[in-house]
């Protein structure tokens, strides 16, 4: 399994499980989930405990900000009910 894999059935994991998980160092999965976030496949949140947590970025066109896809969608909304 890969580390892509991974994530996507265990959102919200630290880099550590997933090297754990998939059998690979964990400085080789850092480099992966690196180039995948650079790529905005992959979104990195910090948790409380100041961990880095890896999800995929399921949002369309590489957007990873969620208020930002909201006010897209609301937008589209709006502009359907009014015919445009």
């Known amino acids: ?5 991974y994530i996507r059935f265990n959102p ?8 754990f998980a998939v059998g690979k160092e964990t400085s080789s999965v850092h480099s992966i989930l690196s180039g995948l ?7 990195r949140k910090q948790n409380h405990r100041k961990e880095w947590l890896y999800r ?3 949002m369309p066109f ?9 006010f897209n969608q609301l937008l589209v909304k709006r502009r359907n009910s009014q015919g445009m």
Do not use: F, H, Q, Y
């Open 1 to 5: 399994m890969s580390p892509l894999e």
């Open 12 to 19: 919200n994991v630290t880099a550590s499980e997933v090297a």
């Open 37 to 43: 976030c650079s790529k905005r496949i992959l979104i």
């Open 56 to 58: 995929v970025n399921d």
């Open 62 to 70: 590489g957007c990873n900000n969620e208020l930002t896809m909201m």
